[in-house]
T-cell receptor, first 116, second 115 residues
Framework: AQKVTQAQTEISVVEKEDVTLDCVYETRDTTYYLFWYKQPPSGELVFLIRRNSFDEQNEISGRYSWNFQKSTSSFNFTITASQVVDSAVYFC?????????????FGTGTLLAVQP | EPEVTQTPSHQVTQMGQEVILRCVPISNHLYFYWYRQILGQKVEFLVSFYNNEISEKSEIFDDQFSVERPDGSNFTLKIRSTKLEDSAMYFCASIPDRQSNQPQHFGDGTRLSIL
């Protein structure tokens, strides 16, 4: 069965601090995809990144970076120099190639509060 | 950039009434999805739809739910007789095909409130 665990329910930081959001996944698929989505207070789901299971290179996009480690089944997300606008719920998600339809399995989310 | 659009943004319905949530997926996409998010909880898969039929559904998607693509552009989710516990945000998503490198892009959601 596929599962995504985000153990951090809430994180509070002060602006300009770095923060890492943890994501651990379980899957039996050999090919799978991992995602991060941001859900701001307005409620929409904003796609941030998609990685496939064969690409373990870390990725950096501006203040965002992602660390994918297959050995520990983790796909962690770091925000450098956090800003108030980063305040949101962040969801990690998994999609397997073995399923019929590439449905997404979401974690429970981490609420990030960035204080000014 | 093309977007998935959902209407209405907020729907208030009396318990027991039927409700239809509408989605317009991105135009060349072939796989369509509905997800549900109860307030404060995680996003849960409901159903996927391909080639005019359901390709996968979750345990949540019981006989009270149905989906259809009535006119080649809209993708609808119908709840036949709403219950209080159907109150949630409902998200629609689409992808071009299963091998696509594109991620699932979501609409802005419909907030359904059952009174």
């Amino acid at each position: 069965a596929q599962k995504v665990t985000q153990a951090q329910t809430e994180i509070s930081v002060v602006e300009k601090e770095d923060v890492t959001l943890d994501c651990v996944y379980e899957t039996r698929d050999t090919t799978y995809y991992l995602f991060w989505y941001k859900q701001p207070p307005s409620g929409e789901l904003v796609f941030l990144i998609r990685r496939n299971s064969f690409d373990e290179q870390n990725e950096i996009s501006g203040r965002y970076s992602w660390n994918f480690q297959k050995s520990t089944s983790s796909f962690n997300f770091t925000i450098t120099a956090s800003q108030v606008v980063d305040s949101a719920v962040y969801f990690c998600a998994l999609s397997g190639n073995g399923g019929a339809t590439n449905k997404l399995i979401f974690g429970t989310g981490t609420l990030l509060a960035v204080q000014p | 950039e093309p977007e998935v659009t959902q209407t209405p943004s907020h729907q208030v319905t009396q318990m027991g009434q039927e409700v239809i949530l509408r989605c317009v997926p991105i135009s060349n996409h072939l796989y369509f999805y509905w997800y549900r998010q109860i307030l404060g909880q995680k996003v849960e898969f409901l159903v996927s739809f391909y080639n005019n039929e359901i390709s996968e559904k979750s345990e949540i998607f019981d006989d009270q739910f149905s989906v259809e693509r009535p006119d080649g552009s809209n993708f609808t989710l119908k709840i036949r007789s709403t219950k209080l516990e159907d109150s949630a945000m409902y998200f629609c998503a689409s992808i071009p095909d299963r091998q696509s490198n594109q991620p699932q892009h979501f609409g802005d959601g419909t907030r359904l409130s059952i009174l």
